[in-house]
């Protein structure tokens, strides 16, 4: 086991896989009007590693890119997606609603989120054990994923846990971390060394979501993110529509080599 300093986590290699567990004082520190400041200490002492922050509207390719341009470098990949859908999964096996605060808030604030690698991809997960995705795009979590992240206690708990992944990242021994979701180049990563935003036009989204089989409304999609679809100062912004993911992969994938040379 290793003690990480200033994330008070324990590494353990498990069926070849990454077990990176949060402690208590985590979630007393998440709850604490000093939490942020905290959270700002906390970053500042993780071994710097190169991150890639990728942001984007509903549809706009941000999964798909992001785990190819991982892939082609050897980094970390992780989809934060799926840490609301995780969350919601478990929200709504207690019974609880989208539409009730205070429960939701209670409900995480006894949880323990971990970090696992599959490969080079990280999961979250609340007991150790990572869910299969039949059950995080269940009707029900698609139906009721975007209301939860609403919430912004439930907001703020991930965003405290997703500042833990470039130390996760470098105790798996990745060289980099490419991490895609809503957020990520703004409240969670502000200062990553490449931060991007991807944008396509209405039609070519709807048509990549049902694709994926995803069948929801990216209009009203872009209306509740509408507050956090802002592109924050020095991110790149790449338009995807008539480009295929290789073409996308490309742009992003010269600006990494630049970077490490």
């Known amino acids: 086991m290793l003690l990480l300093a200033g994330l008070a986590g324990l590494h353990v290699r498990c069926f070849g896989f990454i077990f990176y567990e949060s402690c ?16 700002k200490d906390r970053e500042a002492q993780i071994p710097q590693i190169l991150t890639i922050a990728i942001d984007g509207s509903a549809g706009s390719g ?8 991982a892939l082609r470098h050897g980094f970390a990949f992780v989809s934060t997606g799926e840490h609301y859908r995780v969350l919601a999964h478990h929200l709504i096996g207690l019974g609880i609603g989208f ?3 205070p429960a939701i808030v209670r409900a995480i604030a006894t949880l323990r989120p971990s970090t696992i690698f599959c490969g080079n991809q990280g999961h979250i997960t609340l007991d ?8 995080l795009r269940s009707s029900a979590v698609n139906h009721s994923v975007a209301h939860y992240a609403q919430v912004p206690k439930l907001r703020q708990f991930l965003h405290f846990y997703q500042k833990t992944l470039p ?5 798996a021994n990745f060289r980099g971390l490419v991490v895609e979701g809503r957020d990520m180049t703004t ?8 931060r991007y935003f991807l944008m396509a036009d209405a039609e070519e989204r709807v048509r990549r979501r049902n694709a994926e089989g995803i069948c929801d409304d990216v209009a009203g999609r872009d209306a509740q993110d509408r507050e956090r679809l802002a592109v924050g100062d020095g991110v790149r912004t790449i338009d995807g529509t008539g480009r295929t993911l290789d073409e996308v992969v490309a742009i992003l994938s010269h600006d990494v080599e630049e970077w490490l040379r």
């Open 187 to 194: 409240a969670v990563f502000p200062k990553a060394q490449l």
């Open 167 to 171: 130390g996760a990242t470098w105790s």
């Open 99 to 101: 539409d009730d605060g």
């Open 62 to 69: 941000k999964t798909s890119t992001a785990r190819e341009l």
């Open 128 to 135: 150790g054990t990572v869910l299969p995705d039949a059950d």
């Open 24 to 39: 208590q004082k985590m979630r007393d520190e998440w709850m604490a009007d000093t939490a942020q400041a905290i959270g």
